[in-house]
């Protein structure tokens, strides 16, 4: 990568950055919601030991990592949707491409600075955890942090097919939103999945949310990796063909 497309892709970043922070949706649904979920089931659960986490697990341990999920899935089905249609529609990204500036370095700006204000989301939830609720960690920072990857990059490419398809920035968010909050409510993102009947249960598990908090929880509790195997692939799957089609769907104008 030559020393002006370094320039040009942190210059980039650099402006994305100050866009996020002034859209409220996206800096609430990513910060504000689910640090609100987190202190609401958090004093009405407390550490009380979930059916999830076995015998040194709380509540609040094992739901850290579903509130992750939320967060990867709002920025993937909403926000990336949202801001991307908004931009196609008023023509910023016809200007971007009138520039010497090629496609992947907007497209790495994008992902970058989702990803990171993602993953700062979550190391706030986690040190909120600490302090407030004293949660636990049984696994591996290594694999939590491949695992967490895994599932935002799985959602981010949702989030762009979204973005390619809708021809409106209304209709992205109608469309995100249609497919994210059935799913956070089914996944066990936002409500743990032990409190729903059976066939509730059972439509959750067709969902790729699922998937990714499942895989989550399992690695924040240590559980064996060889049993990780199945949500892994699923979010693999989806971040293969996610790629695939938003790359061949996307449009500038």
Known sequence: MGKNTMRGLTKLIQVQFKVFLREPAACFFTIVFPILLLLVFGSIFGSQRDPRGGTIFGFVDVYIPA???IIIGSLGLIGIPITNATRRENGTLRRFRATPMRPITYITADVAVNYAMCLSSCILLVVLGKLIYHIQFGGSI?????????????????GYIIASVAPTARSAQVIGQFIYFPMMFLSGAAIPREFMPPTVRSVGNALPLTHCVTLLQNLWRGDPIERQLVPAAVLAAVLIVGVFAATRAFRWE
């Open 142 to 158: 290594i694999y939590l942090f491949l695992g967490f990857t895994l599932g935002a990059l799985a959602f981010f490419s949702i």
């Open 67 to 69: 509130l992750a999920g």
